[in-house]
């Protein structure tokens, strides 16, 4: 049974407005998170393993008011656990390890605490063929083409199920190089025999530039960003707010070794994609206007798929082709750990305000919400 | 008929002083550009195509006060829209765009309206061979060998006449991979016949990292930099400012396919060098010497090849060798790109003061002139 | 001779704490030494060379107020030259430079100056069998496994005896292609015959993305960081600062000429790691735990290896492997010039405070020390 909005704005109607706290999981952006609602005024809230917990005590500007510490991030779920949110008047930030940890659909059918953003969106990222639909037959954005492992003619990317933060993909130029690949990954122990069972996905590969475009879109400011109208309606005020690059390993390392694919595998050295950093950069100023387009696009194809369509942060992961254009290989309907880089500005938000981070951009967002008494529309 | 420096000065007596407008085109670094005047209290003003304008009011403190719309930038030069421009005391900021939208020899020849900085310098940078008369003839600063494509013997660069943005370069071992090169690439469709016509260039490859080294000469301030004086004069306090490196489609990114550029060429993939964006970084602190020193020679020849010489920002592009020593391959007479990384403060600017960027010293270095009285020192 | 700990707490008490000026050698991560130390209002000394000393004058916030000239670095060590160090009530902080040019045990036996962090980690530092024994050994961190060159079998690096900054590093096979790259270096004027006098080490090749991992341990602040207990007794509070990555000429670009390690000989080029600059990122946020782990063990196994162990500023160079395990090849046990890139602030430290930088960090707990009159519990 699916969490309806109304559900949530009933829940919503009980805040105490004056009382609201931010609350996210220990991981992936909560630092940031965090610290942007602290510097708002908001009391905080953070979900979090034993283990983990002493680091988000690290940073004081970022330190949780409330420290809920979890066995499993499951627990979430706990109606219980639900109980104790609700009673402080939490809302939550979702970012990727959110998402991870606790699963698209659950939190679509059996999580009954306030969400920042839509959470339909979490569900549309989190779904391939979902995103495809958004972005391609929607948005009208061009994305790398899917085909089957037999139809491979070229280079090509074969990402394995649920493959996260780049681990489950290898490159390959014909069917015989997947298996190649697959087997060999298994061989080293990088991935499992289940991981072989699900789907794979292949798509061709692209060769470009990695941006992944950060966005923000508010529905409560107009004194940044671009509006944004669809069908008669204003959805709200698109901000390009920053831009990193992932930093993977060992693929961004691997030249380093001057040894071809061949003499990779003699050496013991299988080429991988796992994410373990981030790294900043601006794009050339003449590619906004086309950034900002896509932006545009996203969120008026957003409104048409799961209506009233996304709000906050968001981000385009992206090529940079060599004529310029821009390809478009994933959708993140939430907030991007590549912001992380941009806790106390980024050469674009420091020119909506200095020092500005996308975790203030949320906890402000809220704030004009319960000013407005709207949060309902921001809140899902 | 060249533009003179006294013309200018004539149109900078009849300027209102209270009320100088800092123009510039919407491209390139005009978001920094536009801030860095609107922190100095300037008025603003931005030419700017339909499509783009809406960008630049995307960042309430880069916002335009005035926004004029052009079909196509080299409307610029005709007489009515440069006579808008001096009517709202406009000193015009040039950056890259402008000078490729505009074209160097127009802009010298028949732009009647105050520029900030030497625009002979924007004529030296547009031309190789005057820039190598400039950096390595008069500066004495290394540069790459050039040759012609009969006497490649080792890696080279080859670069296409009027190559822009890293457009056209092509890598070549030898006069025969030089066609083939140039054959592949208008096969695939990134140059044009046309292209093909001009002169070659021909350079050796410089092996090395790439440094974009921005600098910074100020004729009013001595609070910073290092005082450079020449044939007894001095010619201002240099400062290097930032530092960043151009991220270049596909080049950069080429090395995760794991292929050699026979097996790129058989999946379609041509090495290109178009620049997408820009990476931040600062040099090892005992380089700083030698970086100093090569601006400084930059600046003294400037001022023998078309005194008074370069005033304002610039950027020596370099290689630094494995040995550390720099080779210089090109010039920007004006500020960089590279700059809009540190939109509010660079590791640099923030030891002369914290948020400091390139397009503030530029707004701070116009309002020291008009105090000073000595706005035609700074500006032609 | 040693010079004992309680020699320089006989000199501390002599000195008039209400003037103490923080010096360093012009080099390396001066700037931010001087910078920081002068944001916390302390008089500030430079020790540098003629042809240096200009580029301290050119960034008024790190201006030093007292600039000593050296003709060489090894005139500190005289008598005559450290009295003139604490008639001014110096403390100095120490560097990579610092480090290389008075050398480490110099420094431990004839320098009666007092200097920030603990002197026996310089030498900790300055030896790979010590950092060994101190990092794999004692703290048990992962560690690159090390063997005879006639035991190379698999991908590995080797390190000339003494190799600083990556100069004298080169990839091996096996046995046969140690003697070549190293012949082929000598030949290429890389390095000399006497470096080849030396040891070589030989390490495995470790594949993965590198991270170094910027630490502060305060004694005296607890309200930032993690507290560090060890056999009873509190260590500190332990803080990651940043992170940064090495940019190394000519290895990290060399993929850009798309030539194999044949094809480069041909051309000329030998791959090289000598480090240029630094590059900013941020870890994943979920590995924080891990790198704070391994800070602590490695300032635990400090105070076992020479109590009261390290303080202050270090860093952990490491590999993250495409597991998200880290390996450690490398500790400074002093600050390290990754963190210029972070003069006004890093990710980290602005959510300890806005703009804060090691350098000021340093300056802020040599105050807290003159406050609770503790000085030499951080300054040997």
Redesign the interface.
């Known amino acids: 049974m699916v969490v309806e909005r109304d559900d949530i704005s009933e829940i919503l109607k009980d805040y105490d407005k004056s009382e609201i706290t931010i609350g996210t999981i220990g991981?992936?952006?909560?630092?940031q998170i965090l610290?942007g609602a602290k510097k708002e005024g908001f009391k905080t809230l953070n979900m979090v393993t034993k283990?983990?917990k002493?680091?988000y005590?690290?940073?004081?500007?970022?330190r949780p008011d409330y420290s809920l510490e979890v066995k499993s991030y499951k627990e979430i779920l706990d109606k219980d656990f639900q109980l104790k949110l609700t009673e402080k008047n939490v809302v939550i930030i979702p970012h990727g390890?959110f998402v991870e940890y606790v699963g698209a659909e659950n939190i679509l059918n059996d999580f009954h605490v306030p969400i920042f953003g839509n959470r339909e969106s979490l569900v549309w990222e989190a779904d391939r063929s979902k995103q495809r639909e958004w972005l391609e037959g929607k948005a009208g954005l061009k994305m790398p083409r899917e085909f089957k492992i037999d139809e491979i003619n070229?280079?090509s990317i074969v990402k394995l199920h649920g493959a996260k933060?780049g681990k489950g993909f290898a490159?390959a130029?014909n069917p015989k190089e997947v298996s190649e690949s697959l087997e060999y990954m298994k061989e080293k122990g990088?991935i499992s025999e289940e991981d072989l069972q699900g789907d794979l996905t292949v798509q061709e590969?692209i060769?470009?530039?990695?941006?992944y475009l950060h966005y923000f879109l508010s529905k409560f400011s107009d004194?940044?960003?671009?509006p944004v109208y669809h069908r008669g309606r204003r959805l709200g005020n698109l901000?390009?707010s920053s831009?990193d690059r992932r930093?993977?390993?060992?693929?961004?390392?691997?030249?380093?070794?001057?040894?071809?694919?061949e003499e990779?595998k003699e050496?013991?050295?299988?080429?991988?994609y796992?994410?373990?950093?981030?790294?900043?950069?601006?794009?050339?100023?003449?590619?906004?206007?086309k950034i900002?387009k896509m932006g545009e696009k996203t969120v008026e194809a957003s409104d048409d798929l799961f209506p009233p369509g996304i709000n906050g942060p968001f981000c385009l992961e992206t090529f940079?082709?060599?004529?310029?254009d821009f390809v478009v290989f994933e959708i993140s309907g939430r907030i991007v750990?590549g912001t992380?880089?941009?806790?106390?500005?980024s050469?674009?938000l420091?020119?909506?305000?200095?020092?500005l981070s996308t975790g203030r951009l949320i906890a402000r967002e809220i704030k004009k919400g319960i000013e407005k008494d709207k949060l309902d529309e921001i809140i899902y």
Request: net charge negative.
């Open positions: 991981s992936h952006s909560a630092l610290s283990e983990r002493e680091v005590n690290a940073y004081p500007l970022a390890s070229n280079l933060g490159r130029r990088l590969y060769d470009g530039a990695r941006y004194d940044f960003g671009v901000l390009l831009i930093d993977e390993t060992n693929i961004d390392d691997i030249h380093r070794t001057g040894l071809n694919p990779l050496v013991g050295i299988v080429p991988t796992t994410v373990a950093g981030n790294i900043p950069l601006v794009a050339r100023e003449s590619l906004l206007p900002y940079c082709r060599p004529n310029l750990a992380n880089l941009y806790i106390s500005g050469p674009y420091d020119m909506v305000e200095e020092g």
